[in-house]
């Protein structure tokens, strides 16, 4: 099969890395991808939302699967676009990316269908949403309706903050429309989870769950990020909470799913936010999670692709998925004054070896010139490890990020922690 993956970060990488290891397949390509990807596939000058030509690569290579990492293209409709030509893509539709695309119409649906989420108000005028702001009282989350790479969430503190807010949002428009609309939202407590599913539609398996570190600094301190570090299994992820997961929330928005005519093929990513016995959603996402999927993929030990082509072709419930009980720890090493700007272009060194036994080095934004590696983005590296338990796979993770350095190289001490 030839298989191409469309993105160009540690998930990708991931992603192609784990699909290089499929029998069934005998060529990886990739759009764009970067330093990393570019060992295993061939990469190709197409960015992620050209979705017309895609498909145009898509159908002139013959690519017998392609899989999507981010959400923009997955939001602007690329399944569509890919099945209206006969392409086999995984990937959800337009209709299913709006769980993801826009946080109004997942929270409605999750306050039609019963499924546990906080209590949650929508505004589309900047002065009534004032107005309301106090009704959960402080803090109080306020989220832009639309896709705002990862950063349309604010957590305010007191009324100011969270007027200023939704000033940014809806006023200023920083996130420009995504910002037409907000949700404002309780302030939930406890310990994260996310749980990624594969889903055809009329099947779903949850893959093991993981804990993400949104935040910069150590001690969750500083702004969020896209992700800086994750571990697998979840300490909270006991078999009372994988069963309230399945039969509370996760059953139900297939079932909703069905109802609301959304065949579903792909990953469904579930942020959860659990405290005590109790579970309730943050937010959905369509596609896998990044870095989630540095930590799950490598404890998955069946093929990928028989996974996703049965998810294409409906098959899923044929389908056993194997995974290794051994921890994993994945540890992401970013640019100086990432979330912020950040300077490009740093040569990284410490790559040149292996790391040894179940250590993996997944390259997010990274160039390759000449076999010289340099950053080219705020997340450059994830090194993952595995390890019969999760300290152990800490330890393993932690000796090959200090073998790794480029200048204002920042990452946290505290994952898996
Ligand atoms: P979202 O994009 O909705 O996942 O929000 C991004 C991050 O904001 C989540 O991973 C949480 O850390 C935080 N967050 C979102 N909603 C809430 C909430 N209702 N209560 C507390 N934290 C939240
Ligand atoms: N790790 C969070 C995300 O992928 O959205």
């Known amino acids: 099969m030839k298989v191409l993956v469309i993105g160009k970060g540690g998930r990708e990488h991931t992603l192609a ?10 060529e990886i390509y990739a759009a764009p991808g970067n330093g990393g990807i570019e060992q295993i596939a061939r990469c190709v000058d197409i960015q992620d939302d050209q979705i017309e030509a895609l498909a145009g690569f898509a159908r002139e290579k013959a690519i017998d699967l392609t899989v999507v990492g981010p959400e923009v293209p997955l939001v602007k409709g690329i399944a569509d676009e890919f099945a209206a030509r006969g392409l086999r893509i995984f990937a959800p539709d337009k209709k299913g990316a709006l769980l993801e695309g826009s946080k109004v119409y997942s929270k409605n649906f999750m306050k039609k269908y ?10 589309s005028d900047f002065n009534d949403a004032v107005s309301s702001v106090d009704i959960f009282g402080y803090p109080v989350v306020i989220k832009a309706d639309g896709l705002a790479a990862g950063k349309g969430v604010i957590i305010a503190g007191d009324r100011q903050e969270a007027e200023d807010g939704l000033r940014t949002i809806m006023v200023d428009r920083a996130f420009g429309d995504a910002g037409i609309r907000v949700v404002i939202e309780e302030y939930l407590e406890g310990t994260e989870m996310s749980m990624l599913c594969f889903v055809d539609g009329e099947t779903i398996i949850p893959m093991e769950s993981a804990r993400d570190y949104k935040r ?23 078999p009372e909470i994988r069963q309230r997961f399945k039969e509370g929330i996760m059953i139900p928005t297939l079932e909703a799913m069905k109802k609301e005519g959304i065949d579903y093929r792909g990953v469904l990513y579930f942020g959860l936010m659990v405290t005590g016995g109790d579970i309730k959603v943050l937010e959905f996402n369509c596609r896998f999670g990044d870095p989630e999927t540095q930590v799950i993929l490598p404890r998955l030990e069946s093929d990928l692709v028989e996974i996703m082509t049965a998810v294409t072709d409906k098959r899923l419930k044929d389908v056993r998925i194997k995974w290794t009980d051994r921890a994993a720890v994945c540890v992401i090493l970013a640019s100086e004054g990432y979330p912020g700007s950040y300077p490009k272009g740093r040569t990284i060194s410490g790559l040149e070896n292996g790391f040894g036994e179940e250590v993996y080095l997944f ?6 010139d000449n076999g010289i590696y340099s950053t080219d983005g705020g997340r450059v590296l ?5 390890g019969g338990q999760k300290e152990e796979a800490r330890d393993k993770a932690y000796k090959a990020v200090d073998r790794i350095h480029f200048d204002g190289m920042q990452y946290r001490k505290d994952i898996a922690k």
């Not at 390259?363 to 390759?368: D, E, K, L, N, P």
């Open 114 to 123: 019963g499924i546990p989420t906080g209590e949650f108000r929508v505004f």
């Open 363 to 368: 390259h997010a934004g990274t160039r390759s």
């Open 17 to 26: 890395w784990k699909i290089s290891q499929s029998p069934l397949v005998d």
């Open 216 to 238: 910069i600094f150590d001690g969750d301190a500083g702004p969020n990020t896209g992700g800086m570090g994750c571990y697998s299994p979840n300490d909270i992820y006991t």
């Open 382 to 386: 994830g090194v993952t490890a595995l």
